[in-house]
């Protein structure tokens, strides 16, 4: 059984930080790509930023430059740096990866269990 586990959302103040962790554990023989997502009231789930095995990585338009993600694969772990926040980047923020969790490398699809995240004064 393969488990994700997000921690470090928060309330934070408008330009605030925040940097979010999600680690994977279980029986893994190997992760594709690792992403955040996140959903705001009322809103759809969306991708936030995605980062590939090999490193290759990219965000969305609305928080490009302010959003960084980055993985470490020793330790089965993405992080998401969230700098100069906004009120509107306020939502819960669900870990998401392709874990392969039998020998004949068949990636499947994992969820963690969201963390919420705050920007408000």
């Known amino acids: 059984q393969v488990q994700l586990v997000e921690s470090g959302g928060g309330l934070v103040q408008p330009g605030g930080s925040l940097r979010l962790s999600c680690t994977a554990s279980?029986?893994?023989?190997?992760?594709?790509?690792m992403g955040w997502y996140r959903k705001a009231p009322g809103k759809t789930r969306d991708l936030v930023c995605y980062i590939g095995r090999d490193g290759r990585r990219d965000c969305v338009d609305s928080v490009r430059g302010r959003f960084t993600i980055s993985r470490d694969n020793a330790k089965n772990t993405v992080y998401l740096e969230m700098n100069s926040l906004k009120p509107e980047d306020t939502a819960v923020y669900y870990c998401n990866a392709d874990i392969a969790t039998r020998s004949d490398y068949s990636f499947l699809d994992y969820w963690g269990q969201g963390t919420q995240v705050t920007v408000s004064s």
């Open positions: 279980g029986t893994i023989f190997g992760i594709n790509d």
